[in-house]
Protein backbone atom coordinates (compact mmCIF):
# COMPACT_ATOMS: atom_id res chain seq x y z
CA UNK A 1 0.00 0.00 0.00
CA UNK A 2 0.85 3.94 -0.56
CA UNK A 3 2.00 5.66 2.04
CA UNK A 4 1.87 9.47 2.62
CA UNK A 5 3.91 11.29 4.64
CA UNK A 6 3.38 15.19 6.24
CA UNK A 7 6.32 16.31 7.93
CA UNK A 8 4.94 18.16 10.96
CA UNK A 9 2.22 17.14 12.75
CA UNK A 10 1.57 20.23 14.33
CA UNK A 11 3.60 23.35 13.26
CA UNK A 12 2.70 27.09 14.95
CA UNK A 13 3.84 30.28 12.69
CA UNK A 14 3.61 33.83 13.10
CA UNK A 15 1.75 36.26 11.00
CA UNK A 16 3.87 36.98 8.02
CA UNK A 17 6.05 33.95 8.08
CA UNK A 18 6.89 31.63 4.70
CA UNK A 19 5.50 28.22 5.69
CA UNK A 20 6.64 24.97 3.65
CA UNK A 21 4.22 22.16 4.12
CA UNK A 22 5.88 18.48 2.78
CA UNK A 23 4.39 15.82 1.53
CA UNK A 24 6.14 13.00 0.18
CA UNK A 25 4.55 9.60 -0.97
CA UNK A 26 6.81 6.05 -1.53
CA UNK A 27 5.18 4.81 -4.64
CA UNK A 28 5.37 6.64 -8.35
CA UNK A 29 1.88 8.05 -8.29
CA UNK A 30 1.46 10.90 -10.68
CA UNK A 31 -1.49 13.17 -9.02
CA UNK A 32 -1.21 14.57 -5.80
CA UNK A 33 -3.38 16.86 -3.82
CA UNK A 34 -3.54 19.55 -1.19
CA UNK A 35 -6.35 19.95 0.51
CA UNK A 36 -7.56 22.27 3.77
CA UNK A 37 -9.92 21.61 6.32
CA UNK A 38 -12.07 23.30 8.28
CA UNK A 39 -14.95 22.70 10.65
CA UNK A 40 -18.21 22.96 8.94
CA UNK A 41 -16.30 23.12 5.57
CA UNK A 42 -14.78 19.52 5.03
CA UNK A 43 -12.10 19.40 2.95
CA UNK A 44 -11.58 21.69 0.31
CA UNK A 45 -9.33 21.56 -2.54
CA UNK A 46 -5.98 24.26 -2.69
CA UNK A 47 -4.26 22.60 -5.08
CA UNK A 48 -3.21 19.35 -7.14
CA UNK A 49 -0.56 18.38 -9.43
CA UNK A 50 -0.71 15.74 -12.23
CA UNK A 51 2.73 15.41 -12.77
CA UNK A 52 6.28 17.19 -11.95
CA UNK A 53 6.36 21.06 -12.28
CA UNK A 54 2.47 20.40 -13.51
CA UNK A 55 -0.14 22.23 -11.04
CA UNK A 56 -3.77 23.08 -11.22
CA UNK A 57 -5.61 25.86 -8.85
CA UNK A 58 -8.20 24.07 -6.58
CA UNK A 59 -11.18 25.71 -5.13
CA UNK A 60 -9.28 28.11 -2.96
CA UNK A 61 -5.97 28.90 -4.01
CA UNK A 62 -5.55 32.46 -3.06
CA UNK A 63 -2.83 32.94 -0.44
CA UNK A 64 -1.23 29.59 -1.37
CA UNK A 65 1.61 28.14 -4.23
CA UNK A 66 3.08 24.55 -4.47
CA UNK A 67 5.87 23.25 -5.76
CA UNK A 68 6.85 19.86 -7.65
CA UNK A 69 10.17 19.30 -8.31
CA UNK A 70 10.23 15.53 -7.98
CA UNK A 71 7.26 13.28 -8.44
CA UNK A 72 7.44 12.11 -4.92
CA UNK A 73 7.35 15.05 -3.29
CA UNK A 74 4.47 18.07 -3.28
CA UNK A 75 5.00 21.21 -1.14
CA UNK A 76 2.55 23.47 -0.18
CA UNK A 77 3.74 27.62 0.60
CA UNK A 78 2.58 30.15 2.02
CA UNK A 79 4.18 32.93 0.92
CA UNK A 80 3.11 35.12 3.99
CA UNK A 81 0.91 33.57 6.86
CA UNK A 82 -2.05 34.30 7.87
CA UNK A 83 -4.65 33.90 10.49
CA UNK A 84 -7.15 33.19 8.50
CA UNK A 85 -4.83 30.19 7.62
CA UNK A 86 -5.00 28.70 10.48
CA UNK A 87 -6.20 25.27 9.79
CA UNK A 88 -5.77 21.38 9.42
CA UNK A 89 -4.37 20.43 5.63
CA UNK A 90 -4.12 17.39 4.41
CA UNK A 91 -2.08 15.88 1.60
CA UNK A 92 -3.44 13.12 -0.59
CA UNK A 93 -2.42 10.83 -3.69
CA UNK A 94 -4.90 9.18 -6.85
CA UNK A 95 -3.77 5.50 -6.59
CA UNK A 96 -4.54 4.68 -10.45
CA UNK A 97 -3.86 1.00 -9.96
CA UNK A 98 -5.68 -2.10 -9.60
CA UNK A 99 -6.88 -0.74 -5.85
CA UNK A 100 -8.18 2.99 -7.25
CA UNK A 101 -8.63 4.68 -4.58
CA UNK A 102 -7.21 8.05 -2.44
CA UNK A 103 -4.69 7.99 0.20
CA UNK A 104 -4.12 10.94 2.68
CA UNK A 105 -1.27 11.92 5.23
CA UNK A 106 -1.85 11.97 8.91
CA UNK A 107 -2.16 15.80 8.27
CA UNK A 108 -0.71 18.98 9.54
CA UNK A 109 -2.63 21.34 11.89
CA UNK A 110 -1.20 24.49 11.63
CA UNK A 111 -1.67 27.48 13.78
CA UNK A 112 -0.62 30.94 12.67
CA UNK A 113 -0.54 33.91 15.91
CA UNK B 1 -18.77 20.81 -11.89
CA UNK B 2 -19.54 18.22 -8.96
CA UNK B 3 -20.65 19.13 -5.75
CA UNK B 4 -21.52 16.74 -2.39
CA UNK B 5 -24.19 17.32 -0.06
CA UNK B 6 -24.40 16.02 3.30
CA UNK B 7 -27.45 16.41 5.18
CA UNK B 8 -26.65 16.37 9.11
CA UNK B 9 -23.39 17.94 10.37
CA UNK B 10 -24.06 16.04 13.77
CA UNK B 11 -25.87 12.36 14.35
CA UNK B 12 -26.37 11.29 18.16
CA UNK B 13 -27.59 7.47 18.54
CA UNK B 14 -27.37 5.01 21.01
CA UNK B 15 -25.36 2.10 20.88
CA UNK B 16 -26.67 -1.21 19.21
CA UNK B 17 -29.24 0.89 17.13
CA UNK B 18 -29.17 1.87 13.45
CA UNK B 19 -28.32 4.86 11.53
CA UNK B 20 -27.64 6.12 8.29
CA UNK B 21 -25.55 9.19 7.02
CA UNK B 22 -27.00 10.88 4.10
CA UNK B 23 -25.38 11.69 0.90
CA UNK B 24 -26.40 12.99 -1.95
CA UNK B 25 -24.13 14.61 -4.86
CA UNK B 26 -24.49 16.62 -8.29
CA UNK B 27 -22.51 15.80 -11.25
CA UNK B 28 -23.16 16.44 -15.23
CA UNK B 29 -20.85 12.96 -15.89
CA UNK B 30 -19.80 9.68 -14.27
CA UNK B 31 -18.72 9.38 -10.62
CA UNK B 32 -16.92 7.25 -8.64
CA UNK B 33 -18.22 7.99 -4.72
CA UNK B 34 -16.27 7.32 -1.31
CA UNK B 35 -17.14 7.06 2.14
CA UNK B 36 -13.90 8.02 4.19
CA UNK B 37 -13.58 8.29 8.38
CA UNK B 38 -11.63 10.03 10.70
CA UNK B 39 -11.42 9.13 14.06
CA UNK B 40 -10.41 11.91 16.78
CA UNK B 41 -6.92 13.11 16.08
CA UNK B 42 -6.46 10.87 13.29
CA UNK B 43 -6.28 11.37 9.42
CA UNK B 44 -8.83 10.04 6.81
CA UNK B 45 -9.52 6.56 6.56
CA UNK B 46 -11.34 4.98 3.58
CA UNK B 47 -14.42 3.41 4.88
CA UNK B 48 -15.71 1.88 1.28
CA UNK B 49 -15.98 2.66 -2.62
CA UNK B 50 -18.42 2.69 -5.46
CA UNK B 51 -16.88 2.41 -8.81
CA UNK B 52 -18.65 0.46 -11.29
CA UNK B 53 -20.64 -2.97 -10.39
CA UNK B 54 -23.04 -3.90 -7.60
CA UNK B 55 -24.47 -0.84 -6.10
CA UNK B 56 -24.33 -2.27 -3.10
CA UNK B 57 -20.89 -1.95 -1.49
CA UNK B 58 -19.75 -2.91 1.62
CA UNK B 59 -16.97 -2.38 4.97
CA UNK B 60 -15.04 -4.62 6.66
CA UNK B 61 -16.15 -3.02 10.01
CA UNK B 62 -20.19 -3.98 9.30
CA UNK B 63 -21.03 -0.20 7.31
CA UNK B 64 -22.69 -0.46 3.78
CA UNK B 65 -23.38 2.08 1.12
CA UNK B 66 -25.87 1.99 -1.97
CA UNK B 67 -25.12 4.02 -4.99
CA UNK B 68 -28.59 5.45 -6.12
CA UNK B 69 -28.33 7.23 -9.35
CA UNK B 70 -31.58 7.92 -10.10
CA UNK B 71 -31.56 10.20 -6.22
CA UNK B 72 -28.42 10.92 -6.55
CA UNK B 73 -27.31 9.47 -3.30
CA UNK B 74 -24.76 7.21 -1.78
CA UNK B 75 -26.05 6.67 2.01
CA UNK B 76 -24.22 4.94 5.09
CA UNK B 77 -25.45 2.83 6.82
CA UNK B 78 -24.94 0.35 10.00
CA UNK B 79 -27.42 -2.05 11.15
CA UNK B 80 -26.17 -1.57 15.16
CA UNK B 81 -23.16 0.76 15.93
CA UNK B 82 -20.27 0.61 18.16
CA UNK B 83 -18.92 3.59 20.78
CA UNK B 84 -15.78 2.31 18.35
CA UNK B 85 -17.39 4.01 15.65
CA UNK B 86 -17.51 7.80 17.03
CA UNK B 87 -15.90 9.54 14.11
CA UNK B 88 -16.18 11.83 11.35
CA UNK B 89 -17.82 10.20 8.39
CA UNK B 90 -16.92 12.42 5.10
CA UNK B 91 -18.91 11.47 1.37
CA UNK B 92 -16.80 12.37 -1.65
CA UNK B 93 -17.00 12.35 -5.21
CA UNK B 94 -14.73 11.84 -8.20
CA UNK B 95 -15.96 13.00 -11.68
CA UNK B 96 -14.60 12.01 -14.83
CA UNK B 97 -12.27 14.87 -16.09
CA UNK B 98 -11.55 15.97 -13.13
CA UNK B 99 -9.04 13.60 -10.82
CA UNK B 100 -9.08 15.61 -7.46
CA UNK B 101 -12.17 14.66 -4.52
CA UNK B 102 -15.00 16.50 -4.08
CA UNK B 103 -16.04 16.11 -0.30
CA UNK B 104 -18.94 17.12 1.70
CA UNK B 105 -18.76 19.11 4.85
CA UNK B 106 -18.67 15.91 6.91
CA UNK B 107 -21.06 14.52 9.66
CA UNK B 108 -20.22 13.63 13.47
CA UNK B 109 -21.52 10.41 14.49
CA UNK B 110 -21.65 10.35 18.19
CA UNK B 111 -22.40 7.06 19.67
CA UNK B 112 -23.58 7.14 23.66
CA UNK B 113 -23.54 4.18 25.92
Known amino acids: DVKVTQSSRYLVKRTGEKVFLECVQD?????MFWYRQDPGLGLRLIYF???????EKGDIPEGYSVSREKKERFSLILESASTNQTSMYLC????????????FGSGTRLTVV | AQSVTQLDSQVPVFEEAPVELRCNYSSSVSVYLFWYVQYPNQGLQLLLK??????LVESINGFEAEFNKSQTSFHLRKPSVHISDTAEYFCAVSATGRRALTFGSGTRLQVQP
Open chain 1, 92 to 103: GIENTGTDYGYT
Open chain 1, 27 to 31: MDHEN
Open chain 2, 50 to 55: YLSGST
Open chain 1, 49 to 55: SYDVKMK
